[in-house]
């Protein structure tokens, strides 16, 4: 077809916010590859390769990990409402807005929530969570890897052996951690994981990786009430994506897919412990140069999330309004910055440097801005 | 960045079937731009247009239209899942497997569910229809407009008269003539509708426009038990999508929505009467170019959905087996044309012309390839 028509020209972002981060050029390129069927054979092949070159990020060899076509947020919700029915007891770690809202979906699904709490910043104790796992014998126990709200990397294995001993399944949010920070689902023993691919996968915001256990499965086959969503039922998804069945369930997002398939590939070429030595130094070489400006990093040394850094903020930000300030660095450097979520709103940042982002280049682009905004 | 490794070459298809329909080289390049925030003012223009955009097609004024982050099918359980409390009765016109879907997920939010039936191939009854509203006295009505399955263009009018005197919501499948069919939301008292972008839209698979009236939005306000899904309540997606608030709740498919918003300009750049007689003249060439080959269209005249054709079988391609006649023109010519869903698996094909194929170019070189191997 000519071209006849421009894009509409939109602005050139340094995206060092919570997500989305930049998308590679070809990323871009092939997710705007010519349409073609979801059942195409060609289609297929490259669904096969992301869903093994998934599974090889999440550290799992469960057969049942795929893009789930909706955003991480459904990835949280297909967890929870497949594995757990109505009058369940489930305990879930909060330490953040993404443990509040994993109680939310819980309890809309009919789940009787213990919330394990601990202060937004610092990570879940696990001493407090084997206590409510042993008192609450749950169905499952339900906690966030790397807090986007916060900056916090949570330590896993702790809560997964708990879990474990008390035969409880575990469900843990990996959507700021997969593909940026070691993830090992099987060596920790996690039944459901799920991730987004905007951040440390630099694709585009659309899709949840999303990996089940073959006890996860079972789970659901044994469930005695229906799963409340037809969309996101595991069975049914495990119809439609397991190889030699593919029976019609809905259209995948092809073009979505694709871009991911690339971007994984990208992650893969790179291996992914460079990569997360990536995301380290760049993380540490933010907190090296933002401290001289006074930010103070939120979250202690040793539970820093690398790809999402937390920031308390300076008087010279807060004194000029830190929301204006996010938008000056928006609008005059375009360069995006977030700010806190919920309890922690008006009083840090939260600075991403995930994927594509992680990189010197990124971190001296926003300290040059910054220097020229607060001096 | 450089172009250090090729995009997989993915073969070029004619995409005939159900859906996904070919995407035009604008659309592609729209959602291939780089990526942008999704709270970014630049992106929220195009999104705002989106939504404009979308409630032209639909005929509506309703302020709460807008892309679903999911596929048409999980459009359809939004509709569903807002509007129908556990306990609930619903009557839904099942004359195709969209109808049966919408069953299927009304009875997974709790809802007691009334199916009346009409053969795959009719159109539903409106006496009965009508019947039933009157008997059940129901909190609301589901049916399917354009049916996917079947190749049945749904008179609307009477069905939803009937639900209105009764004060039921009526709730519209308009996944298949969104974009191709003339759609008149508010002109036939519709308070929820979804579709798809994938067909007569000529956009990737991937997201639901779906559109809902005050009245319904008053009723999910009203509701005694939470939607049972977070991701789809539709409160809490006013709360992100609506103009002004932008409460924070998922992250949008930022190129999905910057290429849709491409492919609604490419729409009304045609205008919606221009290109709902585009589809139907296609449609019209294909059936007279394929009677003479034996094929003969399942749907009366009067009832034939202009953008998805179905077509009993003739002995010249059930004697090679239908799915091996469709092999060979998707492997051996490029051309994919859909089977049967359901009852009429194996017995028709489905004929897509939607969007950018509702063209005789198109047709004809189908009717071409067809020719080749039946003779």
Redesign the interface.
């Known amino acids: 077809?000519p071209?006849t028509?421009p894009?509409?020209a939109?602005?050139?972002?340094l995206?060092l916010?919570p997500?989305?981060?930049?998308?590679?050029?070809?990323v871009?390129?092939?997710?705007?590859?010519?349409?073609?069927?979801?059942l195409?054979p060609?289609?297929l092949a490259?669904l096969e390769e992301a869903k093994a070159a998934l599974a090889e990020l999440f550290g799992t060899r469960n057969r049942f990990t795929l893009p789930l076509?909706?955003?991480?947020?459904?990835g949280m919700?297909a967890c929870l409402?497949n594995l757990l029915e109505p009058g369940d007891r489930v305990v879930v770690g909060v330490h953040g807005v993404f443990g509040s809202?994993m109680c939310?979906?819980a309890?809309?699904?009919g789940a009787d929530v213990t919330a394990v709490e601990a202060p937004f910043g610092q990570a879940l104790d696990p001493d407090a969570m084997r206590e409510a796992i042993r008192a609450i014998k749950p169905r499952a126990v339900a906690f966030v890897h790397a807090e986007t709200s916060t900056g916090v990397l949570q330590p896993v294995e702790e809560i997964a052996a708990a879990a474990c001993d008390a035969d409880a399944l575990v469900i843990l949010d990996c959507v700021t951690s997969l593909g940026g920070v070691s993830v090992a689902l099987d060596e920790w023993g996690i039944d459901a994981a799920y991730s987004?691919t905007?951040k440390c996968l630099s694709c585009?915001?659309?899709l949840s990786p999303v990996s089940f256990s073959e006890r996860a499965l079972e789970r659901v086959r044994a469930r005695s009430h229906?799963?409340?969503?037809?969309?996101l039922d595991v069975t049914l998804l495990d119809g439609y994506y397991a190889t030699g069945k593919r029976v019609?369930?809905?259209?995948?997002?092809?073009?979505?897919i694709?871009?991911l398939a690339?971007g994984l590939?990208i992650v893969l070429e790179e291996g992914l412990d460079a990569r997360a030595q990536r995301h380290r130094e760049a993380a540490g070489r933010l907190i090296a140069e933002l401290e001289p400006l006074g930010f103070e990093p939120l979250v202690a040394e040793a539970l820093r999330l690398p790809p999402l850094t937390t920031l308390r903020l300076p008087r010279a930000v807060t004194s000029r309004g830190e929301a204006d300030v996010r938008a000056r660095l928006?609008l005059h450097h375009g360069i995006?910055v977030g700010g806190g979520?919920g309890p922690l709103a008006g009083s840090i940042w939260r600075v991403g440097l995930m994927g594509e982002n992680a990189h010197p280049e990124c971190v001296d682009r926003l300290v040059t801005a910054l220097r020229e905004e607060l001096t």
Request: aromatic share 6%.
């Open positions: 077809m071209e028509h894009v509409p939109l602005p050139e972002r995206l916010g997500g989305p981060s930049n998308v590679p050029e070809r871009r390129r092939a997710q705007g590859a010519p349409m073609i069927g979801h195409d060609a289609f490259v076509s909706a955003t991480g947020s459904a919700e409402v809202r939310e979906v309890r809309r699904a987004g905007q585009p915001p659309g229906p799963v409340q969503s037809w969309y019609y369930h809905h259209t995948a997002p092809i073009s979505a694709l871009g690339e590939r928006l995006e979520l």
